[in-house]
């Protein structure tokens, strides 16, 4: 039988590598920042998982809202920030509605999204949203084939938004030139070469 | 009167109650300013003033310096009122000539990180104790005699305790019980955890000896109408609803020798009409003349008066002889007096379809904990076979979901608490279903398996070993699929961190607890408190669990708070020795915070009279004129009467207008001229 030693495998190497969570992986503020921008109580989640059981993103993805809850508390910024499964809610709001702790891990989610746009952490997609919504204002525009669509349910073909009414997009546009959020987009986007 | 004014020699006695008070004030600096008040002979400070050597330093000081009044600056009367009393006793002065300024609860714990102003709240505080000191007074107690009977509301298993107890120890017990028999919830349980002992075969016998004990007056459909009186005298007026059946010795009242009801049931079998049986929470019909089970006591009949339709057929099955049955019955009152009342009213589930997503209710194969208790129980309406609602048949998955309600912060009908021993009948119902359905499997959804009491842990693992799966994470919802009326359980295992979804044929809803809709009217009868989660208040949640803030009522049971059936029968027997005592003592001290009438001063006008919400006043004549009198055992002291009088004629004895105006004068003057 041919036997492989795998020293040196990098795969190998990370399996092994030292999982202890040490003080240092912490940053104690975290939590108080998340609290601050949610307004949710999020330091008293009991882990008991009715939110995971509840959410739709949950048994489709590798998502779990539970663990966000918990990297809240323990304050792993890091990890919480940079797991890109923190973009996978879709904000239906099924956990809060059940959270028995009367938590809104929602909110919590949409805080560590936030905190996560501070260091540049966005997924492409979401930028891309914002220029949407800056030049359409709307962040999955209308297209041809929802307007024959419309068209065969008696509808107008462009629904009553900017879409008919194009004279709002200016105010539209100043909100988020306001918040910097096209500006910021388009220069993460062009940092990544896209 | 006449004696001369005896000039104020006061002692201030400063406590530092370790660091409690000494840390967050200048203990030195109030007592330099106590020895500058006027009256003032002597100022000591010291650690612990409740301690032993504390309570010496104000017994040689009164000898010492021939003090005629005590002020301790420390903790809160409610602590330590008695202790300084005893001590100012000891040292050989009226006990009421002792005040006490509250520097801790009122001062340093509010004001710690102020020592200033702490500092400064303390003089005042011992300024406002000594210029009422300089104004005290001899009062001596009021002895009362105590009625050698007591009162017990509520015959589950707490109350039944409690009264055989008090029975047992010689003491006539009056025990009330609303429904027509007694047992309580325990009687509706299957088997009992962690022994799984049949619950009703280890009740019965309790039953049984509270039915025959000869100091035990046992009245079951009778409710609580009025109390009066306080500790020792209590006059209470009960409700004996009418029952439209006659027990053998009401009926040989009536002369109907060897009649009255002996529970053959031949009129229930004729009744035509049929409403659903409470006792098995509906599952199973009952006659509008009926007993909850076969093992009710007393053994009698009853007629639901909301349904009967006085067809009069039961009464001609019941025959001449016995003539058990009087349609025309009415409630009836009658007034007890006791020394001592114990509240057992025990508890209900919360209406559990509140909580949606569960779909009690709403899915045929949705149940509650007590509902399963029913369908086990060979003696209930399926004759112990566990079956589904929806079609009859056996289920072989079963979901519990735990703390359905309980440890729950939304509000609604859900509860904050734990329910303490839903855990366990959890427990308990998975071994049950593993015993008597072969291949059965059940998923116990739990968050934490609170298994705390007595071989309670050593249960959690034989379950576990039998068979019985746990998944850690609480059920988030429950859909039901419309034909197979199969049940899919949505949670996620959080040892795993995968969400689950899990098929069922039934599922029992461990439904947290709430206090009795009743209870709210018990305790304003009876002047007890409740807690913030609704229960009945204990007087001390550690030192005196078993006592109310009013003299004379104690709680057993589950009224106080979730309990199992161990911990209901240890307070209940808390509350009847408690409840014992003063009337073994067969005497209660009153304080003497009586109102007092100054007959010079008085009009007769007699509007006090009908002011005083305890009934404590009477004009009665006196040397040709009409003078107000103070039943002084009735009097509370509440101050209501002496507040109004136009003519200032009535004293408030320890709270009288001169002192009460001399400490307000001290703290607005602050010390300087009145
Ligand atoms: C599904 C289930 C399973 C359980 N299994 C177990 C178990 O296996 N082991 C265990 O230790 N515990 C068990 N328990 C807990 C147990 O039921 C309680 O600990 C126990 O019944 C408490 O007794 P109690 O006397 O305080 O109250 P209760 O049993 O509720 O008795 C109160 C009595 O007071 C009467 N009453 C109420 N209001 C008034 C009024 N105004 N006037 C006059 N009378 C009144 C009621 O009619 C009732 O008879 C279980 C509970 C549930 C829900
Ligand atoms: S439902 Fe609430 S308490 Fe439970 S794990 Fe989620 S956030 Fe925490
Ligand atoms: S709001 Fe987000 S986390 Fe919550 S249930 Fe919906 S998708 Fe899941
Ligand atoms: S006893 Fe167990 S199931 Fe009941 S509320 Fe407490 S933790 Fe939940
Ligand atoms: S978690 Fe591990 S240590 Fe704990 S009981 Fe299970 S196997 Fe044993």
């Known amino acids: ?194 | 009167m006449a004696e001369a004014k005896e000039q104020p020699r006061i002692g201030v006695f400063i406590c530092h109650c370790g660091t409690n008070i000494a840390g967050s004030l200048s203990i030195e600096e109030v007592k330099e300013y106590a020895m500058t008040l006027p009256g003032v002979v002597v100022a000591e400070e010291y650690q612990y003033m409740c301690s032993t050597p504390g309570q010496s330093i104000i017994v040689d000081a009164i000898a010492e310096h021939n003090l005629n009044g005590v002020v301790v600056a420390a903790c809160s009367p409610r602590l330590h009122e008695p202790t300084f009393r005893i001590a100012t006793q000891e040292g050989g002065l009226n006990k009421f000539r002792f005040e006490m300024a509250n520097i801790r609860d009122q001062n340093s714990w509010v004001h710690m990180h102020d020592w200033e102003g702490a500092t400064s709240k303390a003089k005042d505080q011992v300024r406002i104790a000594v210029a009422k000191a300089r104004m005290l007074e001899d009062l001596e107690p009021k002895s009362v005699p105590v009625e050698h009977a007591a009162l017990v509301v509520g015959a589950g298993v707490g109350g039944m305790q409690a009264a055989l107890d008090l029975a047992s120890a010689g003491i006539k017990t009056y025990l009330v019980e609303k429904n027509p028999t007694i047992g309580g919830r325990m009687s509706q349980l299957d088997k009992t955890f962690p022994t799984l002992d049949c619950s009703q075969c280890i009740l019965t016998p309790k039953m049984v000896d509270v039915g025959r004990h000869p100091n035990i007056e046992l009245m079951t459909y009778t409710e609580v109408e009025n109390v009066e009186g306080y500790i020792g005298n209590f006059t209470i007026t009960l409700r004996k609803k009418a029952r439209g059946v006659l027990t053998p010795a009401e009926a040989e009242a009536r002369g109907i020798v060897g009649g009255g009801c002996n529970g053959c049931g031949d009129c229930a079998e004729v009744c035509p009409v049929i409403k659903p049986n409470p006792f098995e929470l509906g599952m199973a019909p009952r006659k509008a003349i009926y007993i909850y089970h076969p093992q009710v006591n007393p053994l009698l009949y009853t007629v639901d008066f909301d349904s009967c339709i006085k067809c009069g057929l039961c009464v001609t099955a019941c025959g001449e002889e016995k003539k058990a049955i009087d349609l025309d019955v009415v409630d009836t009152f009658e007034q007890v007096r006791v020394g001592t009342c114990i509240l057992a009213i025990g508890y209900d589930l919360i209406p559990i379809e509140g909580k949606k997503e569960w779909g009690y209710k709403r899915y045929d194969n949705v149940i509650t904990g007590l509902e399963f208790e029913r369908l086990i129980c060979a003696s209930g309406p399926t004759g112990g076979k566990l079956i589904r609602p929806s079609d009859g048949q056996i289920p072989k998955k079963i979901g519990f979901v735990l703390c359905a309600g309980s440890r729950d912060n939304t509000g609604g009908v859900a509860k904050p608490y734990c329910s303490r021993f839903c855990c366990m009948y959890s427990l308990k119902h998975a071994h049950q279903i593993m015993e008597k359905i072969p291949g059965a499997v059940p998923y116990l959804f739990y968050m934490d398996i609170r298994s705390f009491g007595k071989m309670y842990e050593e249960f959690y693992y034989r379950i576990q070993n039998e068979g019985a799966k746990f998944i850690r994470g609480r059920v988030a919802n429950i859909l039901e699929d419309p034909t197979s009326k199969n049940l899919t359980v949505f949670t996620e295992d959080t040892l795993l961190g995968r969400p689950l979804s899990l098929e069922m044929d039934m599922v029992v809803l461990a439904a947290a607890i709430q206090p009795k809709p009743e209870a709210e009217r018990i305790r304003q009868m009876f002047g007890v408190s409740k807690s913030q989660d609704g229960w009945l208040l204990e007087a001390h949640p550690k030192l005196n669990p078993c006592g109310t803030t009013t003299a004379g009522i104690y709680l057993a049971g589950v009224c106080q708070g979730p309990k199992d059936i161990p911990d209901t029968v240890a307070q209940a027997e808390g509350a009847a020795s408690a409840a014992s005592i003063p009337i073994h003592i067969g005497e209660v001290q009153l304080e003497p915070y009586f109102a007092q009438c100054i007959e010079e001063l008085c009009a007769g006008c007699g509007m006090c009279v009908n002011l005083c919400p305890y009934g404590a006043l009477d004009l009665v004549e006196k040397d040709g004129r009409d003078v107000m009198e103070v039943t002084e055992a009735k009097c509370k002291g509440c101050g209501t009467c002496g507040g109004f009088c136009p003519g200032g004629a009535i004293k408030m004895q320890h709270f009288t207008s001169p002192q009460i105006c001399a400490q307000i004068d001290a703290f607005l003057l602050e010390g300087g001229e009145q």
């Open chain 1, 1 to 194: 039988m041919a036997t492989e030693k795998n020293y040196g495998n990098p795969e190998l190497e990370a399996k092994l590598r030292d999982r202890y969570l040490y003080t240092d992986d912490t940053n104690p503020e975290f939590l108080n920042d998340v609290k601050k921008v949610s307004r949710t109580i999020a330091h008293m989640c009991y882990q008991c998982g009715t939110c995971t059981g509840s959410c739709p993103s949950a048994p489709r993805s590798s998502y779990r809202i539970r663990l966000f809850m918990r990297r809240g508390v323990l304050g792993l910024e890091k990890e919480a920030l940079n797991d890109p499964d923190l973009w996978l809610c879709t904000t239906c709001y099924s956990c809060t509605d059940r959270c028995p702790r009367d938590i809104a891990p929602t909110d919590v989610i949409m805080a560590m999204r936030n905190l996560a746009f501070k260091y540049d952490i966005v997924p492409r997609n979401f930028l891309k949203t914002v220029q949407l919504i800056y030049t359409t204002g709307h962040g999955v525009p209308n297209n041809d084939v929802n307007r024959s669509a419309r068209e065969k349910l008696g509808l107008s073909r462009d629904p009553p938004t900017t879409h008919s009414y194009p004279e709002f997009m200016p105010g539209i546009q100043k909100i988020i030139d306001h918040y910097k959020l096209k500006e910021n987009a388009d220069r993460i986007l062009a940092e990544e070469g896209q």
